[in-house]
Structures are given as structure tokens and as C-alpha cells.
């Protein structure tokens, strides 16, 4: 198991509601990115954060923003959610970046159902 | 940005038996190439990666070549059991992580 803790583990809401996801990354790691897995596919980019500034963005609409605090733990919010945003919310940690890639540490996930 | 296809969707094979996916990717400044297994309901785990300035590398029964100049690289997994059951991604970055599509394999006992 990795040292990267999300919360809450799973998660209900309506549609037009709001939801925030929390990610702790591994102890050392500076850097924090967030997936979104729908069932039966592959995990995709939503957004980076490096030193608490944001470092890279998906395809993903404005809806979605995150926030990293001093201590390298992570927010996702989105806003105004839709049936399709029903996903497993996945964080990943990783020791550096700017310097080249290195290996993300996943956490649990969030997995998010909007009815 | 980066694009990666990867193939087989799903693939099944005797235990024992050899198993190969493949992958290919599109933007050259890739350089980082891990390969992960999810099992159901559980979070992607890193099984085995290679940078852009190796050709293979291999860790017991997995093995992961890359081929620069044609853009793709494998994973191969050797003398498979029952427990390498689970879906497969290959990824590439130069910086965030770029998923394929998945591969779920099945190790028939």
C-alpha cells in the first residue's frame, strides 16, 4: 500500500450539488495529480499541483478546481455536478516535478455517484 | 498532447502461457513509461516502468520493452498464474500521467 490517503471513500450526490475530494500524499512528495476513472475505462488527467500551484491541466471544463496547501495535501472541488461526473476520483503523489517524470503513488480513490 | 492506444482490450490466456500487450504513443517528448494493474474496485499499481534511454528492462516474470523510433512499447508477462487476473494500463508522460485504454487480462487456471 502507498501513503497516499483519500477521503471520503464514497460519496452520493445530487446533480447542480457541489463535492469536495481530499487527498494526503506520501510523506516527502511535492507534487499531487488527480484522475478521474469512469467504470471500464482508463484513468484521465484532470489537473497537477506542484509547491501548491497548479501544473498542468486536462480536458477538463472550469467546473473543476482544485487547491494544494503548504503541507502538499490536496482538494478536488467540482462544482454543479452532472450524472456523468459519477467516477472513481483517484489522487497520485509523486517526489518532484519540472525536473522529469517520476512514479506516481496512487491513493484508494473516491468513488463519487451523482443521481 | 499525448495520445496513447493500447491493444488488446482483453486478452485470456491457459496459465502458464505467455502474455504480450501493447501500447503506442504520439508525442516524442515522452520519456517515462509505467505499466500499472488494477484489480477490481482497488487503485492502480505501478508493476513495472522504463525510461526513454532504456530498450528493456525486466523484473522477474515481467518484462517491458520500448522501441523510440516507432513510438510503442510492450509488456510481456511470462509462465502467468490465475492472480495476474486483473486490467492492465500503460502510460506515458513527459509530465502528467497519459493512460491507455486498458487491457483486461485473463489467466484461465
Known amino acids: 500500500e502507498t501513503g497516499v490517503t483519500q477521503s471520503p471513500t464514497h460519496l452520493i450526490k445530487t446533480r447542480g450539488q457541489q463535492v469536495t475530494l481530499r487527498c494526503s500524499s506520501q510523506s516527502g512528495h511535492n507534487t499531487v495529480s488527480w484522475y478521474q476513472q469512469a467504470l471500464g475505462q482508463g484513468p484521465q488527467f484532470i489537473f497537477q499541483y506542484y509547491r501548491e500551484e497548479e501544473n498542468g491541466r486536462g480536458n477538463f471544463p472550469p467546473r473543476f478546481s482544485g487547491l494544494q496547501f503548504p503541507n502538499y495535501s490536496s482538494e478536488l472541488n467540482v462544482n454543479a455536478l452532472e450524472l456523468d461526473d459519477s467516477a472513481l476520483y483517484l489522487c497520485a503523489s509523486s517526489p518532484a516535478s519540472g525536473g522529469g517524470p517520476n512514479e506516481q503513488f496512487f491513493g484508494p480513490g473516491t468513488r463519487l455517484t451523482v443521481l | ?109
Open chain 2, 1 to 109: 498532447g499525448e495520445n496513447v492506444e493500447q491493444h488488446p482490450s482483453t486478452l485470456s490466456v491457459q496459465e502458464g502461457d505467455s502474455a504480450v500487450i501493447k501500447c503506442t504513443y504520439s508525442d516524442s517528448a515522452s520519456n517515462y513509461f509505467p505499466w500499472y494493474k488494477q484489480e477490481l474496485g482497488k487503485r492502480p499499481q505501478l508493476i513495472i516502468d522504463i525510461r526513454s534511454n532504456v530498450g528493456e528492462k525486466k523484473d522477474q516474470r515481467i518484462a517491458v520493452t520500448l522501441n523510440k523510433t516507432a513510438k510503442h512499447f510492450s509488456l510481456h508477462i511470462t509462465e502467468t498464474q490465475p492472480e495476474d487476473s486483473a486490467v492492465y494500463f500503460c502510460a506515458a508522460l513527459p509530465r502528467e500521467v497519459t493512460f491507455g485504454t486498458g487491457t483486461k487480462l485473463q489467466v484461465i487456471p
